[in-house]
Protein backbone atom coordinates (compact mmCIF):
# COMPACT_ATOMS: atom_id res chain seq x y z
CA UNK A 1 0.00 0.00 0.00
CA UNK A 2 1.30 3.63 -0.90
CA UNK A 3 1.48 5.84 1.97
CA UNK A 4 -0.59 9.66 0.64
CA UNK A 5 1.58 11.56 3.71
CA UNK A 6 5.24 10.73 2.27
CA UNK A 7 7.08 13.20 1.10
CA UNK A 8 7.37 12.73 -2.62
CA UNK A 9 10.51 11.48 -2.79
CA UNK A 10 9.74 8.76 -0.54
CA UNK A 11 6.95 8.05 -2.53
CA UNK A 12 8.65 7.72 -5.19
CA UNK A 13 10.53 5.48 -3.81
CA UNK A 14 8.13 3.74 -2.55
CA UNK A 15 6.23 3.83 -5.88
CA UNK A 16 9.52 2.04 -7.86
CA UNK A 17 9.99 -0.56 -4.91
CA UNK A 18 6.37 -2.03 -6.18
CA UNK A 19 7.26 -2.41 -9.66
CA UNK A 20 8.02 -5.67 -10.23
CA UNK A 21 11.29 -5.00 -12.47
CA UNK A 22 14.67 -4.51 -11.04
CA UNK A 23 15.14 -0.18 -11.45
CA UNK A 24 18.43 1.86 -11.57
CA UNK A 25 19.78 5.13 -12.41
CA UNK A 26 22.91 6.11 -12.20
CA UNK A 27 24.85 9.74 -13.08
CA UNK A 28 26.91 10.87 -16.16
CA UNK A 29 29.70 9.01 -14.78
CA UNK A 30 27.69 6.06 -13.83
CA UNK A 31 27.43 6.40 -10.26
CA UNK A 32 24.54 5.38 -8.51
CA UNK A 33 21.69 7.68 -7.76
CA UNK A 34 19.02 5.20 -6.53
CA UNK A 35 16.99 2.19 -7.57
CA UNK A 36 14.31 -0.11 -6.43
CA UNK A 37 14.12 -2.31 -3.43
CA UNK A 38 14.64 -5.31 -6.08
CA UNK A 39 17.75 -4.13 -7.29
CA UNK A 40 19.41 -3.04 -4.19
CA UNK A 41 19.36 -6.99 -2.91
CA UNK A 42 20.62 -8.24 -6.56
CA UNK A 43 23.76 -5.84 -5.97
CA UNK A 44 24.23 -7.60 -2.22
CA UNK A 45 22.42 -4.57 -0.54
CA UNK A 46 20.09 -4.41 2.05
CA UNK A 47 18.63 -0.77 1.87
CA UNK A 48 18.95 2.07 -0.75
CA UNK A 49 21.00 4.55 0.91
CA UNK A 50 23.92 1.96 0.33
CA UNK A 51 23.71 2.47 -3.12
CA UNK A 52 23.68 5.78 -3.70
CA UNK A 53 27.20 6.82 -4.18
CA UNK A 54 28.51 3.73 -5.12
CA UNK A 55 29.72 2.39 -8.82
CA UNK A 56 29.26 -1.68 -10.23
CA UNK A 57 32.96 -1.85 -8.92
CA UNK A 58 32.24 -1.70 -5.28
CA UNK A 59 28.57 -4.09 -6.25
CA UNK A 60 28.15 -7.30 -6.07
CA UNK A 61 29.11 -8.38 -9.78
CA UNK A 62 32.55 -9.45 -11.00
CA UNK A 63 34.89 -6.68 -12.05
CA UNK A 64 34.72 -7.57 -15.81
CA UNK A 65 31.11 -7.30 -15.54
CA UNK A 66 30.85 -3.76 -13.83
CA UNK A 67 33.48 -3.03 -16.73
CA UNK A 68 30.88 -3.95 -19.34
CA UNK A 69 27.77 -2.04 -17.50
CA UNK A 70 30.03 1.13 -17.08
CA UNK A 71 30.79 0.56 -21.09
CA UNK A 72 27.13 0.24 -21.96
CA UNK A 73 25.99 3.18 -20.05
CA UNK A 74 28.41 5.49 -21.36
CA UNK A 75 27.65 4.03 -24.71
CA UNK A 76 23.91 4.78 -24.18
CA UNK A 77 24.76 8.23 -22.72
CA UNK A 78 27.21 9.20 -25.28
CA UNK A 79 24.83 7.90 -28.83
CA UNK A 80 21.47 9.80 -26.50
CA UNK A 81 19.75 6.05 -27.71
CA UNK A 82 18.29 3.58 -25.57
CA UNK A 83 19.51 0.21 -25.65
CA UNK A 84 16.49 -2.26 -25.11
CA UNK A 85 15.74 -5.46 -24.35
CA UNK A 86 19.12 -7.13 -24.37
CA UNK A 87 19.78 -10.13 -22.95
CA UNK A 88 22.76 -10.73 -20.40
CA UNK A 89 24.23 -12.84 -18.19
CA UNK A 90 25.04 -11.45 -14.13
CA UNK A 91 26.66 -12.57 -11.38
CA UNK A 92 24.54 -11.62 -8.41
CA UNK A 93 25.09 -11.10 -4.42
CA UNK A 94 23.98 -14.65 -4.23
CA UNK A 95 27.20 -15.87 -6.14
CA UNK A 96 24.57 -17.39 -8.37
CA UNK A 97 25.06 -16.45 -12.04
CA UNK A 98 21.28 -15.31 -13.75
CA UNK A 99 19.74 -14.20 -17.00
CA UNK A 100 18.77 -10.59 -17.48
CA UNK A 101 16.65 -8.68 -20.29
CA UNK A 102 17.48 -5.28 -19.82
CA UNK A 103 16.65 -1.69 -20.76
CA UNK A 104 19.31 1.19 -21.09
CA UNK A 105 17.53 4.46 -21.28
CA UNK A 106 19.34 7.88 -21.27
CA UNK A 107 18.24 10.52 -18.62
CA UNK A 108 17.80 13.93 -19.86
CA UNK A 109 17.47 17.72 -18.16
CA UNK A 110 15.28 20.25 -19.27
CA UNK A 111 17.50 21.12 -22.09
CA UNK A 112 17.45 17.89 -23.41
CA UNK A 113 21.01 17.10 -22.38
CA UNK A 114 22.19 13.71 -21.25
CA UNK A 115 22.64 13.97 -17.41
CA UNK A 116 22.41 10.35 -16.87
CA UNK A 117 20.94 6.87 -17.18
CA UNK A 118 17.94 4.88 -16.08
CA UNK A 119 17.74 0.92 -16.48
CA UNK A 120 15.28 -1.59 -15.79
CA UNK A 121 15.46 -5.34 -16.13
CA UNK A 122 13.93 -8.55 -15.11
CA UNK A 123 15.18 -12.20 -14.69
CA UNK A 124 14.49 -14.55 -17.33
CA UNK A 125 16.96 -17.21 -16.09
CA UNK A 126 14.11 -19.52 -15.33
CA UNK A 127 13.01 -19.28 -19.26
CA UNK A 128 16.60 -19.48 -20.32
CA UNK A 129 17.70 -22.68 -18.52
CA UNK A 130 13.73 -23.76 -20.15
CA UNK A 131 15.52 -23.09 -23.58
CA UNK A 132 19.12 -24.46 -22.63
CA UNK A 133 17.35 -27.66 -21.93
CA UNK A 134 14.77 -27.94 -24.72
CA UNK A 135 18.06 -27.09 -26.73
CA UNK A 136 19.73 -29.90 -25.23
CA UNK A 137 17.02 -32.16 -26.14
CA UNK A 138 16.38 -31.81 -29.64
CA UNK A 139 20.34 -31.96 -30.33
CA UNK A 140 20.80 -34.93 -28.40
CA UNK A 141 20.09 -38.82 -28.10
CA UNK A 142 17.62 -39.10 -24.63
CA UNK A 143 19.14 -42.82 -24.20
CA UNK A 144 23.10 -42.22 -24.61
CA UNK A 145 23.28 -37.91 -24.34
CA UNK A 146 25.55 -38.05 -27.37
CA UNK A 147 24.54 -35.40 -30.07
CA UNK A 148 21.56 -36.78 -32.05
CA UNK A 149 21.13 -36.57 -35.92
CA UNK A 150 19.70 -33.01 -35.56
CA UNK A 151 23.06 -31.75 -33.77
CA UNK A 152 25.25 -33.69 -37.26
CA UNK A 153 22.99 -31.85 -39.74
CA UNK A 154 23.38 -28.46 -37.89
CA UNK A 155 27.41 -28.44 -36.89
CA UNK A 156 27.81 -30.16 -40.89
CA UNK A 157 25.50 -27.37 -42.80
CA UNK A 158 27.72 -24.52 -41.08
CA UNK A 159 30.46 -26.33 -42.03
CA UNK A 160 29.50 -26.93 -45.55
CA UNK A 161 28.02 -23.40 -45.96
CA UNK A 162 31.51 -21.64 -44.11
CA UNK A 163 33.25 -23.84 -46.62
CA UNK A 164 34.89 -25.23 -43.99
CA UNK A 165 36.12 -29.28 -44.77
CA UNK A 166 34.46 -32.45 -43.68
CA UNK A 167 34.74 -35.80 -42.76
CA UNK A 168 31.23 -38.29 -41.36
CA UNK A 169 32.26 -41.61 -40.47
CA UNK A 170 29.53 -43.64 -40.29
CA UNK A 171 28.96 -46.59 -37.97
CA UNK A 172 26.31 -49.98 -37.73
CA UNK A 173 27.18 -52.38 -35.40
CA UNK A 174 27.26 -55.39 -36.08
CA UNK A 175 25.89 -58.09 -33.94
CA UNK A 176 23.83 -55.96 -31.93
CA UNK A 177 20.14 -57.46 -32.71
CA UNK A 178 21.63 -60.28 -31.43
CA UNK A 179 21.81 -58.91 -28.12
CA UNK A 180 18.68 -57.47 -27.87
CA UNK A 181 17.15 -60.81 -29.29
CA UNK A 182 18.85 -62.65 -26.45
CA UNK A 183 18.69 -60.60 -23.54
CA UNK A 184 15.53 -58.29 -24.20
CA UNK A 185 15.61 -54.51 -24.93
CA UNK A 186 16.37 -53.07 -21.62
CA UNK A 187 19.54 -54.51 -21.83
CA UNK A 188 20.33 -53.62 -25.54
CA UNK A 189 19.87 -50.28 -24.02
CA UNK A 190 22.38 -51.18 -21.40
CA UNK A 191 24.93 -51.74 -23.96
CA UNK A 192 24.40 -48.62 -26.22
CA UNK A 193 24.97 -46.47 -23.00
CA UNK A 194 28.26 -48.25 -22.24
CA UNK A 195 29.48 -48.31 -25.61
CA UNK A 196 28.70 -44.89 -25.94
CA UNK A 197 30.33 -43.91 -22.64
CA UNK A 198 33.17 -45.91 -24.30
CA UNK A 199 33.23 -43.84 -27.74
CA UNK A 200 33.11 -40.64 -25.87
CA UNK A 201 36.17 -41.40 -23.96
CA UNK A 202 38.07 -42.36 -26.84
CA UNK A 203 37.26 -40.73 -29.92
CA UNK A 204 39.50 -37.87 -30.69
CA UNK A 205 38.51 -34.94 -29.02
CA UNK A 206 37.86 -33.17 -32.61
CA UNK A 207 35.49 -35.49 -33.54
CA UNK A 208 31.82 -35.03 -32.62
CA UNK A 209 30.34 -38.50 -31.86
CA UNK A 210 26.82 -39.01 -32.46
CA UNK A 211 24.12 -41.59 -32.50
CA UNK A 212 21.46 -41.17 -35.13
CA UNK A 213 19.23 -44.06 -33.57
CA UNK A 214 19.18 -48.10 -33.14
CA UNK A 215 22.60 -48.64 -33.22
CA UNK A 216 23.75 -46.25 -36.04
CA UNK A 217 26.70 -44.09 -35.19
CA UNK A 218 28.58 -41.12 -36.39
CA UNK A 219 31.29 -38.96 -36.48
CA UNK A 220 31.97 -35.95 -37.67
CA UNK A 221 34.73 -33.75 -37.98
CA UNK A 222 35.13 -30.33 -38.68
CA UNK A 223 37.34 -27.70 -39.53
CA UNK A 224 40.10 -26.58 -42.11
CA UNK A 225 40.25 -28.72 -45.00
CA UNK A 226 43.98 -30.60 -44.81
CA UNK A 227 45.41 -33.28 -47.12
CA UNK A 228 45.72 -36.08 -44.55
CA UNK A 229 42.01 -35.22 -43.80
CA UNK A 230 41.37 -38.96 -45.77
CA UNK A 231 44.59 -40.87 -43.71
CA UNK A 232 43.14 -39.45 -40.74
CA UNK A 233 39.67 -40.41 -41.30
CA UNK A 234 40.55 -43.88 -42.21
CA UNK A 235 42.70 -43.84 -39.13
CA UNK A 236 39.79 -42.86 -37.15
CA UNK A 237 37.28 -45.28 -38.42
CA UNK A 238 39.95 -48.10 -38.14
CA UNK A 239 40.50 -47.51 -34.59
CA UNK A 240 37.23 -47.30 -33.64
CA UNK A 241 35.75 -50.47 -35.50
CA UNK A 242 38.36 -51.65 -33.75
CA UNK A 243 37.09 -50.31 -30.51
CA UNK A 244 34.05 -51.68 -30.89
CA UNK A 245 34.94 -55.23 -31.44
CA UNK A 246 36.59 -55.14 -27.22
CA UNK A 247 34.50 -56.93 -25.27
CA UNK A 248 32.26 -54.62 -23.16
CA UNK A 249 31.03 -55.76 -19.59
CA UNK A 250 27.66 -54.86 -18.97
CA UNK A 251 25.68 -56.59 -16.11
CA UNK A 252 28.54 -58.91 -15.41
CA UNK A 253 27.84 -60.46 -18.82
CA UNK A 254 30.86 -60.00 -21.69
CA UNK A 255 29.44 -58.61 -24.82
CA UNK A 256 31.05 -59.27 -28.34
CA UNK A 257 30.38 -56.37 -30.91
CA UNK A 258 31.65 -55.81 -34.33
CA UNK A 259 30.98 -52.46 -36.41
CA UNK A 260 30.75 -51.79 -40.32
CA UNK A 261 32.12 -48.01 -41.13
CA UNK A 262 31.60 -45.84 -44.16
CA UNK A 263 34.18 -42.95 -44.34
CA UNK A 264 32.66 -39.36 -46.45
CA UNK A 265 34.83 -36.45 -46.82
CA UNK A 266 32.67 -33.72 -47.76
CA UNK A 267 33.40 -32.26 -51.41
CA UNK A 268 32.79 -28.25 -52.42
CA UNK A 269 29.07 -27.57 -53.36
CA UNK A 270 28.09 -31.25 -51.70
CA UNK A 271 24.89 -30.38 -48.88
CA UNK A 272 24.09 -32.38 -45.26
CA UNK A 273 21.92 -35.14 -47.34
CA UNK A 274 24.81 -35.87 -49.94
CA UNK A 275 27.16 -36.33 -47.07
CA UNK A 276 25.74 -38.51 -44.44
CA UNK A 277 23.94 -40.47 -47.87
CA UNK A 278 27.51 -41.08 -49.29
CA UNK A 279 28.70 -42.00 -46.10
CA UNK A 280 25.81 -44.48 -45.27
CA UNK A 281 26.34 -45.70 -48.76
CA UNK A 282 30.07 -46.43 -47.93
CA UNK A 283 29.14 -48.31 -44.59
CA UNK A 284 26.66 -50.75 -46.55
CA UNK A 285 29.35 -51.68 -48.87
CA UNK A 286 31.25 -52.51 -45.60
CA UNK A 287 28.85 -54.88 -44.54
CA UNK A 288 28.33 -56.27 -47.60
CA UNK A 289 32.17 -57.01 -47.96
CA UNK A 290 32.12 -58.62 -44.59
CA UNK A 291 32.13 -57.79 -40.38
CA UNK A 292 34.54 -54.90 -39.42
CA UNK A 293 35.08 -53.47 -42.97
CA UNK A 294 35.90 -49.65 -43.33
CA UNK A 295 34.91 -47.98 -46.71
CA UNK A 296 36.11 -45.38 -48.21
CA UNK A 297 33.36 -43.76 -50.32
CA UNK A 298 34.79 -43.62 -53.88
CA UNK A 299 32.72 -41.85 -56.11
CA UNK A 300 33.72 -44.26 -59.16
CA UNK A 301 32.37 -47.13 -57.56
CA UNK A 302 29.21 -48.67 -58.07
CA UNK A 303 27.14 -49.67 -54.78
CA UNK A 304 24.33 -50.95 -54.05
CA UNK A 305 21.77 -49.07 -55.68
CA UNK A 306 19.24 -47.41 -53.74
CA UNK A 307 16.38 -49.94 -53.97
CA UNK A 308 18.79 -52.33 -52.80
CA UNK A 309 19.38 -50.76 -49.74
CA UNK A 310 16.08 -50.34 -48.93
CA UNK A 311 15.16 -53.57 -49.63
CA UNK A 312 18.14 -54.46 -47.04
CA UNK A 313 16.89 -52.04 -44.60
CA UNK A 314 13.32 -53.44 -44.87
CA UNK A 315 14.64 -56.83 -44.11
CA UNK A 316 16.68 -55.72 -41.25
CA UNK A 317 13.40 -54.32 -40.04
CA UNK A 318 11.07 -57.11 -40.66
CA UNK A 319 13.67 -59.65 -38.79
CA UNK A 320 13.07 -57.09 -35.62
CA UNK A 321 9.45 -57.15 -36.31
CA UNK A 322 9.56 -60.95 -36.60
CA UNK A 323 7.76 -60.57 -39.99
CA UNK A 324 9.26 -63.94 -41.52
CA UNK A 325 7.70 -67.17 -41.32
CA UNK A 326 7.59 -70.61 -43.22
CA UNK A 327 5.53 -72.15 -45.40
CA UNK A 328 6.34 -76.22 -45.85
CA UNK A 329 5.37 -78.41 -49.53
CA UNK A 330 5.08 -82.01 -48.83
CA UNK A 331 7.14 -84.10 -51.17
CA UNK A 332 5.71 -87.47 -51.70
CA UNK A 333 6.90 -91.04 -52.59
CA UNK A 334 6.17 -92.74 -56.17
CA UNK A 335 3.54 -95.10 -54.53
CA UNK A 336 1.58 -91.44 -52.82
CA UNK A 337 3.30 -91.54 -49.34
CA UNK A 338 4.05 -88.30 -47.71
CA UNK A 339 7.75 -88.50 -46.97
CA UNK A 340 8.32 -85.34 -45.30
CA UNK A 341 8.18 -81.33 -46.04
CA UNK A 342 10.58 -78.48 -47.86
CA UNK A 343 10.50 -75.50 -45.62
CA UNK A 344 10.27 -72.27 -47.36
CA UNK A 345 10.73 -69.11 -46.52
CA UNK A 346 7.84 -66.25 -46.49
CA UNK A 347 8.20 -62.59 -45.51
CA UNK A 348 4.66 -61.38 -44.26
CA UNK A 349 5.47 -57.28 -45.37
CA UNK A 350 2.94 -54.29 -45.60
CA UNK A 351 0.15 -56.45 -46.40
CA UNK A 352 1.90 -59.13 -48.72
CA UNK A 353 3.43 -62.47 -48.39
CA UNK A 354 6.64 -61.81 -50.04
CA UNK A 355 8.07 -65.17 -51.90
CA UNK A 356 12.11 -65.89 -51.31
CA UNK A 357 12.76 -65.11 -55.50
CA UNK A 358 12.30 -61.18 -54.19
CA UNK A 359 14.64 -61.11 -50.92
CA UNK A 360 17.05 -64.23 -50.47
CA UNK A 361 19.46 -62.96 -53.53
CA UNK A 362 19.54 -59.45 -51.93
CA UNK A 363 20.56 -60.76 -48.55
CA UNK A 364 23.00 -63.22 -49.97
CA UNK A 365 24.64 -60.25 -51.10
CA UNK A 366 24.41 -58.66 -47.66
CA UNK A 367 25.28 -59.68 -43.73
CA UNK A 368 21.77 -60.58 -42.81
CA UNK A 369 21.06 -63.91 -44.97
CA UNK A 370 22.85 -65.25 -41.86
CA UNK A 371 20.04 -63.74 -39.33
CA UNK A 372 17.80 -65.16 -42.05
CA UNK A 373 19.80 -68.36 -42.34
CA UNK A 374 19.03 -69.34 -38.52
CA UNK A 375 15.76 -67.86 -38.28
CA UNK A 376 15.34 -70.19 -41.15
CA UNK A 377 16.54 -73.02 -39.18
CA UNK A 378 14.91 -72.18 -36.02
CA UNK A 379 11.29 -72.00 -37.14
CA UNK A 380 11.34 -74.89 -39.49
CA UNK A 381 12.76 -76.71 -36.62
CA UNK A 382 10.33 -75.31 -34.01
CA UNK A 383 7.84 -75.84 -36.62
CA UNK A 384 8.43 -79.78 -36.98
CA UNK A 385 8.15 -80.34 -33.81
CA UNK A 386 4.77 -79.01 -33.47
CA UNK A 387 3.94 -81.67 -36.48
CA UNK A 388 5.77 -84.29 -35.50
CA UNK A 389 3.58 -83.80 -32.10
CA UNK A 390 0.44 -83.57 -34.17
CA UNK A 391 1.26 -86.57 -36.03
CA UNK A 392 1.76 -88.66 -32.96
CA UNK A 393 -1.32 -87.84 -31.47
CA UNK A 394 -2.97 -89.00 -34.39
CA UNK A 395 -1.12 -92.44 -34.13
CA UNK A 396 0.08 -91.55 -37.39
CA UNK A 397 3.85 -92.58 -38.37
CA UNK A 398 6.56 -89.93 -37.15
CA UNK A 399 9.23 -90.81 -39.82
CA UNK A 400 8.83 -87.51 -42.07
CA UNK A 401 11.53 -84.91 -42.74
CA UNK A 402 11.73 -81.31 -42.91
CA UNK A 403 13.92 -80.22 -45.23
CA UNK A 404 15.76 -76.96 -44.96
CA UNK A 405 17.30 -74.70 -47.38
CA UNK A 406 20.93 -73.63 -46.65
CA UNK A 407 22.28 -70.40 -48.22
CA UNK A 408 25.96 -70.58 -49.94
CA UNK A 409 27.30 -67.85 -47.51
CA UNK A 410 25.59 -69.56 -44.73
CA UNK A 411 27.52 -72.81 -45.39
CA UNK A 412 30.54 -71.04 -45.33
CA UNK A 413 30.68 -68.80 -42.28
CA UNK A 414 32.15 -69.52 -39.42
CA UNK A 415 30.83 -72.13 -37.11
CA UNK A 416 27.63 -73.32 -39.13
CA UNK A 417 27.76 -76.77 -37.90
CA UNK A 418 27.76 -76.01 -34.40
CA UNK A 419 24.47 -73.67 -34.94
CA UNK A 420 22.87 -76.06 -36.83
CA UNK A 421 23.70 -78.86 -34.33
CA UNK A 422 22.39 -76.59 -31.28
CA UNK A 423 19.05 -75.65 -33.29
CA UNK A 424 18.68 -79.25 -33.62
CA UNK A 425 19.89 -80.22 -29.81
CA UNK A 426 17.72 -77.40 -28.49
CA UNK A 427 14.17 -78.83 -30.36
CA UNK A 428 15.47 -82.33 -29.74
CA UNK A 429 15.40 -83.60 -32.98
CA UNK A 430 16.88 -86.69 -34.88
CA UNK A 431 19.12 -85.12 -37.36
CA UNK A 432 18.59 -88.21 -39.92
CA UNK A 433 14.97 -85.94 -40.28
CA UNK A 434 16.20 -82.57 -40.60
CA UNK A 435 17.64 -82.46 -44.29
CA UNK A 436 19.61 -79.39 -45.49
CA UNK A 437 19.60 -78.35 -49.16
CA UNK A 438 22.31 -76.74 -50.58
CA UNK A 439 22.59 -75.29 -54.19
CA UNK A 440 24.60 -76.47 -56.81
CA UNK A 441 26.32 -73.30 -57.28
CA UNK A 442 28.04 -73.48 -53.68
CA UNK A 443 30.30 -76.02 -54.62
CA UNK A 444 32.29 -73.31 -56.51
CA UNK A 445 33.04 -71.28 -53.72
CA UNK A 446 35.80 -73.02 -51.72
CA UNK A 447 35.53 -76.53 -52.80
CA UNK A 448 37.89 -78.08 -49.97
CA UNK A 449 35.96 -75.89 -47.15
CA UNK A 450 32.59 -77.28 -48.92
CA UNK A 451 33.79 -80.69 -48.24
CA UNK A 452 34.63 -80.67 -44.87
CA UNK A 453 31.64 -78.74 -43.64
CA UNK A 454 29.22 -81.54 -45.31
CA UNK A 455 30.88 -84.45 -43.93
CA UNK A 456 30.86 -83.24 -40.59
CA UNK A 457 27.00 -82.41 -41.22
CA UNK A 458 26.62 -85.55 -42.46
CA UNK A 459 28.79 -87.02 -39.63
CA UNK A 460 26.14 -85.51 -37.37
CA UNK A 461 23.52 -87.82 -39.10
CA UNK A 462 21.77 -84.81 -41.25
CA UNK A 463 20.53 -85.60 -44.53
CA UNK A 464 22.71 -83.55 -47.11
CA UNK A 465 20.47 -82.60 -50.38
CA UNK A 466 21.67 -80.86 -53.39
CA UNK A 467 19.28 -78.87 -54.59
CA UNK A 468 18.30 -77.16 -58.28
CA UNK A 469 20.63 -80.10 -59.88
CA UNK A 470 21.58 -79.47 -63.43
CA UNK A 471 21.31 -75.43 -63.27
CA UNK A 472 24.51 -74.72 -61.91
CA UNK A 473 28.43 -75.13 -64.38
CA UNK A 474 29.19 -78.52 -64.86
CA UNK A 475 29.16 -80.36 -61.68
CA UNK A 476 29.54 -84.44 -62.65
CA UNK A 477 33.28 -83.78 -61.21
CA UNK A 478 31.93 -82.55 -57.71
CA UNK A 479 29.21 -85.06 -57.83
CA UNK A 480 31.73 -87.75 -57.24
CA UNK A 481 33.19 -85.22 -54.32
CA UNK A 482 30.51 -84.35 -52.21
CA UNK A 483 29.65 -86.49 -49.47
CA UNK A 484 25.72 -86.44 -50.37
CA UNK A 485 22.46 -88.05 -50.12
CA UNK A 486 19.99 -87.13 -52.33
CA UNK A 487 20.14 -85.07 -55.19
CA UNK A 488 16.64 -82.78 -56.57
CA UNK A 489 16.95 -82.30 -60.04
CA UNK A 490 15.61 -78.67 -60.93
CA UNK A 491 12.39 -77.83 -62.05
CA UNK A 492 13.90 -76.33 -65.27
CA UNK A 493 14.19 -80.41 -66.59
CA UNK A 494 10.83 -81.91 -65.36
CA UNK A 495 8.95 -78.66 -67.55
CA UNK A 496 10.34 -80.29 -70.41
CA UNK A 497 10.27 -83.60 -70.02
CA UNK A 498 6.82 -84.01 -71.46
CA UNK A 499 7.35 -82.84 -74.45
CA UNK A 500 11.31 -82.81 -75.36
CA UNK A 501 12.68 -86.83 -75.73
CA UNK A 502 15.80 -85.57 -75.45
CA UNK A 503 15.56 -84.17 -71.80
CA UNK A 504 13.61 -87.23 -71.12
CA UNK A 505 17.29 -89.12 -71.92
CA UNK A 506 19.12 -86.29 -69.85
CA UNK A 507 17.01 -86.99 -66.80
CA UNK A 508 16.73 -91.08 -67.04
CA UNK A 509 21.04 -91.00 -67.30
CA UNK A 510 21.00 -88.56 -64.40
CA UNK A 511 18.79 -90.45 -62.27
CA UNK A 512 20.69 -93.74 -63.25
CA UNK A 513 24.07 -92.05 -62.76
CA UNK A 514 22.78 -90.65 -58.95
CA UNK A 515 21.62 -93.99 -57.83
CA UNK A 516 24.84 -95.60 -59.40
CA UNK A 517 26.77 -93.28 -56.84
CA UNK A 518 24.32 -94.46 -54.03
CA UNK A 519 22.23 -91.25 -54.17
CA UNK A 520 18.61 -90.58 -54.08
CA UNK A 521 16.19 -88.24 -56.27
CA UNK A 522 14.01 -85.52 -56.18
CA UNK A 523 11.98 -84.21 -59.29
CA UNK A 524 10.56 -80.61 -58.26
CA UNK A 525 8.38 -79.06 -60.16
CA UNK A 526 5.89 -81.24 -60.95
CA UNK A 527 3.11 -79.47 -62.35
CA UNK A 528 0.80 -81.99 -64.68
CA UNK A 529 -0.38 -85.74 -64.21
CA UNK A 530 1.63 -85.84 -67.44
CA UNK A 531 5.18 -84.57 -65.90
CA UNK A 532 4.12 -86.90 -63.02
CA UNK A 533 3.81 -90.20 -64.98
CA UNK A 534 6.65 -89.27 -66.89
CA UNK A 535 9.14 -89.09 -64.20
CA UNK A 536 7.69 -91.78 -62.41
CA UNK A 537 8.54 -94.18 -65.46
CA UNK A 538 12.29 -92.39 -65.29
CA UNK A 539 12.96 -94.41 -62.24
CA UNK A 540 13.12 -90.71 -59.64
CA UNK A 541 12.22 -91.90 -55.85
CA UNK A 542 10.86 -88.92 -54.95
CA UNK A 543 7.96 -86.34 -56.09
CA UNK A 544 7.68 -82.77 -55.38
CA UNK A 545 5.59 -79.81 -57.06
CA UNK A 546 1.66 -78.07 -57.70
CA UNK A 547 0.18 -80.93 -59.10
CA UNK A 548 0.71 -83.17 -55.83
CA UNK A 549 0.94 -80.16 -53.12
CA UNK A 550 1.41 -76.85 -53.35
CA UNK A 551 3.59 -75.10 -50.54
CA UNK A 552 1.15 -74.17 -47.08
CA UNK A 553 1.03 -72.22 -43.83
CA UNK A 554 2.00 -74.65 -40.81
CA UNK A 555 -1.75 -74.40 -39.54
CA UNK A 556 -2.54 -76.09 -43.07
CA UNK A 557 -0.36 -78.73 -42.93
CA UNK A 558 -1.43 -79.47 -39.67
CA UNK A 559 -4.74 -80.25 -40.89
CA UNK A 560 -4.36 -81.34 -44.17
CA UNK A 561 -1.79 -83.70 -43.01
CA UNK A 562 -1.85 -84.91 -39.50
CA UNK A 563 -5.46 -85.35 -39.74
CA UNK A 564 -6.49 -88.86 -38.22
CA UNK A 565 -7.11 -91.62 -40.86
P1 LIG B 1 13.93 -74.30 -53.93
O1 LIG B 1 14.67 -74.70 -52.72
O2 LIG B 1 14.29 -74.96 -55.21
O3 LIG B 1 12.40 -74.47 -53.58
C1 LIG B 1 11.43 -74.87 -54.46
C2 LIG B 1 10.72 -73.72 -55.09
O4 LIG B 1 9.93 -74.19 -56.15
C3 LIG B 1 9.74 -73.06 -54.11
O5 LIG B 1 9.66 -71.70 -54.43
C4 LIG B 1 8.44 -73.73 -54.48
O6 LIG B 1 7.30 -73.01 -54.14
C5 LIG B 1 8.58 -73.87 -55.96
N1 LIG B 1 7.78 -74.94 -56.50
C6 LIG B 1 7.48 -76.13 -55.92
N2 LIG B 1 6.72 -76.87 -56.74
C7 LIG B 1 6.53 -76.16 -57.88
C8 LIG B 1 5.83 -76.37 -59.10
O7 LIG B 1 5.23 -77.40 -59.33
N3 LIG B 1 5.89 -75.39 -60.03
C9 LIG B 1 6.55 -74.25 -59.83
N4 LIG B 1 6.55 -73.33 -60.79
N5 LIG B 1 7.21 -73.99 -58.68
C10 LIG B 1 7.21 -74.94 -57.72
P2 LIG B 1 9.82 -70.58 -53.38
O8 LIG B 1 9.16 -70.95 -52.13
O9 LIG B 1 9.46 -69.31 -54.02
O10 LIG B 1 11.37 -70.60 -53.09
C11 LIG B 1 12.30 -70.20 -54.04
C12 LIG B 1 13.69 -70.46 -53.62
O11 LIG B 1 14.06 -69.64 -52.51
C13 LIG B 1 13.93 -71.86 -53.10
O12 LIG B 1 14.10 -72.72 -54.17
C14 LIG B 1 15.18 -71.69 -52.30
O13 LIG B 1 16.32 -71.71 -53.12
C15 LIG B 1 15.02 -70.30 -51.75
N6 LIG B 1 14.56 -70.42 -50.36
C16 LIG B 1 13.35 -70.66 -49.84
N7 LIG B 1 13.36 -70.70 -48.50
C17 LIG B 1 14.64 -70.51 -48.15
C18 LIG B 1 15.33 -70.45 -46.89
O14 LIG B 1 14.77 -70.65 -45.82
N8 LIG B 1 16.68 -70.23 -46.92
C19 LIG B 1 17.35 -70.04 -48.10
N9 LIG B 1 18.66 -69.81 -48.05
N10 LIG B 1 16.74 -70.09 -49.28
C20 LIG B 1 15.40 -70.33 -49.32
MG1 LIG C 1 15.10 -76.23 -51.81
MG1 LIG D 1 15.15 -76.40 -55.81
Known amino acids: MVDNNLPPLALFQQVVDCLPLRIFYKDRDSVYLGGNAAFVQDAGLSHVDELIGKTDFELAWTPEQAEAFRQDDQEVMSSGESKLNIEEPQTQGDGEQHWLVTNKVPLRNADGEVVGVMGTYSDITERKTAEARLNFEATHDALTGLANRRAVEQELSCALKTG ?7 IDLDGFKDVNDLYGHAFGDQVLMALSQRLQLKVPDNWLVARLGGDEFLLLWQGPEHAALENESRLVAGKLVELIRQPLIVASRPINLGASAGVYIAQPNDDVETCLRCADLAMYQSKISGRGAVTLYDPEAHYVADAEMAL ?13 LMHYQPQFSVSGQ ?27 RAECIHALGQLALELACRDFVKWRRALAAKQQSASQFVAINVSPAQLSAAGFVEQVLAVVKKYQLPPELVHLEITETVVFGNIENTIAVLHQLRQAGF ?51 CHDLGMQVVCEGVETTQQLDVVKSLGCDELQGFCLAKPMALADLLDEFAKSS
Open 164 to 170: AGASVIY
Open 338 to 364: LLGVEALLRWQHDGVLVRPAEFIAVAE
Open 312 to 324: LRDIDEGLAAREF
Open 463 to 513: VIVLDDFGTGYSSLNYLAQLPIDKVKLDRSFIAKIDHDERYRHVVRTTISM
